[in-house]
């Protein structure tokens, strides 16, 4: 009978104990110890399903040399979470990406330390916010498309069409970043009559090239935007067309908008920086970009070649295979990026006065609420209504085979519970 205090029901193989909490612990075979298979299976159910080989699971949502470790998209919200300390082939993309947040934000708080700078809410620095966000959403969104990807077919489409989105809108951001601190007269303060633009009033302002200005005051963030757009189609359409070149295209088509952010960044080493203490320094701040560079075609080689679980397919299911090495030299030529932009930074903040002194910091012209925040509010709206039209599709599309799924993956593991 029932106490206060438990329930005690004994059965000539199982012994099952239930507190007045409803909590029970788990039956036991009186010979073996073992848990009861029956008794197992709900368990099992209620905490986390079992993880399935690739020809258990349905062909949209394997990966090319990954065998096993696969989690079946029917996952609760509270399933995928913890799956985060399960180890399945999703587990190392997901830490790859989420860590490095916390490496980034320390790193991003160093300007605001220095001495002469302005406060952090000053304008001169929307653009670096801007830059920060870019890459709080890349790697943010990246780690839980990961991690929540396993709750459904659609919901997988949606969070990596919003991984997708992020990555174009981390592009954007480093270009007003590029735009305000790497510009070749970025920092110059402004003069007189002939305003921020005349360097024919400023020792340290560079002749630029035929053109270049009008393109970088006119043409330069539009582009970039434009570009990012266009990245974000091209590659929410590989996951519903193209998927034999996939991996090829999402590489590849970031290489445009690579090419168009850095533009101020080629002019610089062709030309003098004018907020470098020295006019003949080209580019302090060249090395970290060289390396940023090699991070960043690293990261593209291990993408499409898929190596190494190329070489051995199913020993690296778990650890060690190419996403995650991915992720690995995006992270690194995103934080090479950062020194970068802190090192122009420095060398806007603390140019030397003839006593070796730092001086104030110069007013720098142009960023505002509208040219950086507003840039990247309208970007993101933009990228959203993709995002939206593609999950749309996504819906039609997986909603109706998401119950046969469902079904032909029982049917192929028996109800077995592993």
């Not at 090829?248 to 203490?277: D, E, G, K, M, N």
């Not at 995650?324 to 030299?329: E, K």
């Not at 507003?374 to 995002?387: F, N």
Request: aromatic share 14%; with cysteine; charged share 15%.
């Amino acid at each position: 009978m029932t106490t206060t205090k438990e329930l005690i029901i004994r059965t000539h193989h199982v012994e099952r104990v239930q507190t007045v909490g409803g909590d029970s612990l788990e039956p036991t075979d009186r010979q073996t110890g073992r848990p009861s298979h029956p008794i197992m299976l709900v368990k099992c159910h209620k905490s986390l399903p079992p993880l399935l080989k690739h020809t258990d699971v349905p062909a949209r949502i394997t990966e090319n040399f990954i065998l096993s470790g696969y989690r079946f998209p029917n996952y609760s919200l509270v399933q995928c979470l913890v799956s985060a300390f399960r180890p399945t082939n999703e587990t190392g993309n997901f830490w790859t990406h989420f860590l490095p947040v916390f490496v980034f934000g320390f790193y991003f708080a160093e300007p605001f330390g220095w001495e002469g700078a302005a406060p952090a809410n000053d304008p001169f620095f929307y653009p670096l916010w801007t830059y920060f966000i870019g890459v709080f959403c890349l790697l943010t969104a990246s780690s839980m498309a990961h991690l929540l990807n396993s709750m459904s077919l659609v919901v997988r489409e949606v969070c990596f069409f919003v991984d997708y989105g992020t990555i174009s809108a981390y592009t954007v951001g480093s270009s007003l970043a590029y735009h305000y601190y790497i510009h070749p007269r970025a920092g110059i303060p402004e003069l007189g009559a002939g305003g921020a633009n005349d360097s024919r009033e400023h020792p340290l302002a560079a002749p630029e090239a035929p053109g270049f200005g009008v393109f970088f005051e006119t043409f330069y963030i539009p582009s970039s935007c434009l570009v990012a757009v266009i990245c974000v189609l091209a590659c929410c359409n590989t996951r519903q067309r193209w998927r034999t070149y996939r991996y090829v295209i999402r590489t590849l088509v970031f290489l445009l908008p690579f090419l168009v952010a850095s533009t101020p960044i080629f002019y610089r080493l062709l030309h003098a920086s004018p907020s470098s203490p020295s006019y003949d320094s080209s580019f302090p701040a060249a090395q970290f970009f060289y390396r940023h560079c090699f991070w960043l075609v690293a990261s593209a080689v291990f993408n499409i070649s898929k190596v190494p679980e190329r070489l051995s397919p199913g020993r690296f299911d778990i650890w060690g295979h190419s996403h995650q090495w991915f992720h690995v030299c995006t992270f690194l030529s995103i934080l090479d990026e950062l020194h970068m932009i802190n090192g122009e930074l420095r060398a806007i903040l603390l140019r030397l006065a003839p006593g070796g002194t730092p001086t104030a910091p110069p007013h720098l012209p142009g960023p505002t609420m509208a040219s950086t925040y507003g840039v990247m509010l309208l970007l993101q709206a933009s990228i959203a209504s993709i995002i939206a039209w593609f999950s749309w599709c996504a819906k039609v599309v997986y909603e109706p085979q998401a119950g046969q799924a469902g079904k032909e993956v029982l049917a192929k593991r028996h109800l077995k519970c592993h």
